[in-house]
């Protein structure tokens, strides 16, 4: 079974910077049976959106919501089987949980393509 840990949520400031990170583990977890990782975000009140993802072999094809292109930036590190999300100039609009998933069928925005899920991390942007 694999696990999906996010780690590094907390508050900032408008225009401030953070980095969240998934660690994945679980005997099941490999390059093999997995083909994309993705960060989404939920805000109180609100459905769950696509933030970024990345393929996880290969050259990394990246994937990102236009409200996100330009200041956050997914990457990964396979050796430690770990997905990073930079977020940067973060407004009060972009407060939200913010989940860790994984595909293991294609790289895709939808959420209905992720079918393994963290416990999300809270990122709270203050004004």
């Known amino acids: 079974q694999v696990q999906l840990v996010e780690s590094g949520g907390g508050l900032v400031q408008a225009g401030g910077s953070l980095r969240l990170s998934c660690a994945a583990s679980?005997?099941?977890?490999?390059?093999?049976?997995?083909?994309?990782m993705a960060w989404f975000r939920q805000a109180p009140g609100k459905e769950r959106e696509f933030v970024a993802a990345?393929?996880?072999?290969?050259?990394?094809?990246?994937l990102y919501a236009d409200s996100v292109k330009g200041r956050f930036t997914i990457s990964r590190d396979n050796a430690k089987n770990t997905v990073y999300l930079q977020m940067n100039s973060l407004n009060p609009g972009e407060s939200a949980v913010y989940y860790c998933?994984?595909?293991?069928?294609?790289?895709?925005?939808?959420?209905?393509?992720?079918?393994?899920w963290g416990q999300g991390t809270q990122v709270t942007v203050s004004s």
């Open positions: 679980g005997r099941t977890f490999n390059a093999f049976n997995t083909v994309g």
């Open positions: 998933a994984r595909s293991v069928r294609l790289l895709s925005v939808l959420e209905s393509s992720y079918l393994y």
């Open positions: 990345i393929r996880w072999t290969g050259a990394g094809t990246t």
